[in-house]
C-alpha cells in the first residue's frame, strides 16, 4: 500500500510483474514510480481503478503511456470518457485522453493469476459510484475497497455518479462477510484497517442514514434535520475530516431528495 495525496494506492509485487490499484493525480505518477521502483525492478503490468474520480485514475495517462493495461468497471470507462459533473462538489470532469482510458472492462468480477495470488475484483453497484470495484487479493489476505471505505471520517458518496449509502452499507456487509479477523482492508482514503473498524464504519453510515431518511420522508428540510443532529454520537470521531457534519447530512439527504 502507497499512501499519498489522493486515494490509497495498493500495490502487489511478486515474480511475474507489479499490479496497481488506482493511481492518484498525474504529477505524482513519477514519485509512485520511484516508490515502486525501490520495492521491486519488475514492470507495472496492470492498474486497476476502484471508481472513476480524478484522485484515484489521474496517473492513468502516465501509467498507460510506460506500458500498463487499465482495468476498470464498464461505468468507470464510461465516465471517464465523457464529461463528467459532480453535483456536490460542484466540479466539472474532462474526460481522459483516450490513452488513460481503461483498455478492459468487466461487468460484474474478473480475477488475475499474479504473483502467486488470486487477485478477485467484482463490481458493487450503487456504492461510492456506480462503477466501484472491490479487490480481494486472496492469498495475501488483502482487500481494497477503494471509496466505499472512509477509515476515520465521513464519506464521501457521490449520488450524482450512481452512489447511495445503502450501498456504501451493501458492500460493507459484503466485505465483512468475506474478512477474518487477519484481513487487512485498505480504505479509499485514511489508514489501513481492519475487520472490526469496518463495522463500526458500517454501522455509522447505516445508523446516521436511516435517520436522515426518516427526517426527510417526514417532511423535514436540510436545516431542520442537521438541527435535529441524526449524527451527533459520530461526530467527534468522523466529522473531522474531508466531510465535515453539516455536508455529511447534506449528502446523506441528496440520496433521499432525489
Ligand atoms: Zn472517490
Known sequence: MLFGAGGNIGLSVGADSVFVIDDQFAPLSEKIAAAIKKITDKPVQFVLNTH?????TGGNENFAK????????DNVKKRLST???IEFLRAKEAPLPKIAQPVVTFSTDVTFHINGDEVYAFHMPKAHTDGDAIIHFRKSNVIHMGDIFFNGFYPFIDT????????VVA???????????????????????????LKIYRDMVAT????????????????EIIAAKPS?????????GFIPTGRFIEMLMSAWAK
Open 208 to 223: 446516521v442514514n436511516a435517520r436522515v431518511k426518516k427526517l426527510a420522508q417526514e417532511g423535514k428540510k436540510l436545516d
Open 171 to 197: 458492500a460493507a456487509d459484503r466485505v465483512l462477510a468475506m474478512a477474518d479477523d487477519a484481513t487487512r482492508i485498505i480504505p479509499g482514503h485514511g489508514p489501513v484497517s481492519n475487520k472490526a473498524e
Open 66 to 73: 510506460g506500458g500498463a493495461l487499465i482495468i476498470a468497471h
Open 52 to 56: 472513476w474520480h480524478s484522485d484515484h
Open 160 to 167: 450524482s455518479s450512481g452512489g447511495s449509502p445503502e450501498g
Open 232 to 240: 451527533a454520537e459520530y461526530d467527534e470521531r468522523w466529522g473531522k
Open 83 to 85: 464529461e463528467q459533473f
